[in-house]
């Protein structure tokens, strides 16, 4: 008994009470529950080991993000993102298979496109324009006093009064 | 612990209330988890969202409440283990410098006495992971900073029991041999 009591735990066993207290002996059990300094010994490896905990828990620093998910406020079926998946695959092929067969206008064929429209506004307004001078020599004619008496409608070549007084025969120019 | 098995029932059966409460209760732990393992607080962060996602698409495939602790633990641990492997391949095809990562982040908030400390907690405990294996330094983390039980650890882990402590036991071993860090713990302590 008493060399139960001079011979202490080794360092081994009092590692094993932090691991399976159960794997000590009887004798090595009867020791530590009687031996001050053995207990000594354990109680200061023990706060050791949860010194560690703590100072694990005190260096944690705090999330700058919120840690829960997002999706948990809104849940999406994976059958949409399979679905919207399938419909972007799709499309991108679908524009592949497009450029490949030339289905896309080109960049010259834009260019082109584009040459054409401003070359068919220019003509229209320089009609326009043609037809505007026309038109104002043709309102002409008369001198200006006499303008005022004659209607807006008025048509010179079509009226059998002017044929009268000016007969076209007088205006043709004799060839021979 | 009845709340808890509570919650995960709420949580398995859709109750979202549950499953906030659940994850509010976790998410500090797990996030301990992740960070003293990549050292890093935004990918921590962002592993520790990617988890719990994964929480929630599977919740419902375990069976017992009781195992639920250890489930989450095995489903942290798998993250961090793709996070590396993916790491690996980054620094293999030369997209990232750094394989492992030395950065020990201060908070603006902290005193420079605890930033001081901070770096050579950090700094000592990656040395003593070191030298340790990779199965001990597992163990040894989840049982002393992560504060998991046995049982909890063979669970997440999958490992037999006795192996759980004979890979512990070891850890003790050497950390016992590791004078720095048992100095650093020691005047803390006191």
Known sequence: MSEQKTKHLVDDAILWTFIDPDKLQESEKNHLQNCQICQDRQTSFMQELNEIKHLSQEFLPKPKLNLRPVSITKTVSPVFFRMKNALAYTFMVMICIGGVFGLWPSQNQIIDQVAIEQANTSIETMLNTTDADYQTHMDSILPVTFQYIVDDEFEIMSNPFYDYVFPISTLEVDDS | ?190
Not at chain 2, 91 to 111: H, I, K, P
């Open chain 2, 1 to 190: 612990m009845d709340q808890i098995s509570g919650w995960f029932r709420e949580a398995q059966s859709g109750n979202r209330y549950a499953l906030n409460q659940l994850i509010d209760y976790y998410q500090k732990d797990i996030f301990r988890f992740v960070y003293y393992r990549i050292h890093h607080q935004a990918d921590a962060e962002d592993l520790t969202q990617d988890i719990f996602m994964q929480v929630i698409r599977r919740i419902r495939t375990v069976k017992d409440h009781s195992l639920f602790k250890a489930w989450l633990y095995k489903i942290a641990r798998n993250r961090v283990t793709d996070f590396y492997r993916k790491k690996r391949i980054l620094f293999f095809v030369g997209t990232t410098d750094d394989l492992d990562s030395d950065n020990c982040e201060t908070s603006e908030q902290d005193s420079p006495e605890t930033e001081v400390n901070k770096k050579e907690f950090i700094t000592l405990l990656k040395c003593l992971s070191k030298d340790l294996s990779k199965w001990e330094r597992e163990i040894f983390l989840m049982r002393f900073i992560d504060d998991l039980d046995i049982k909890d650890i063979t669970l997440a882990l999958g490992k037999n029991e006795n192996t759980v402590k004979t890979h512990l036991y070891r850890a003790l071993q050497k950390f016992k041999k590791h004078q720095k860090f048992r100095e650093l713990l020691q005047t803390s302590k006191g």
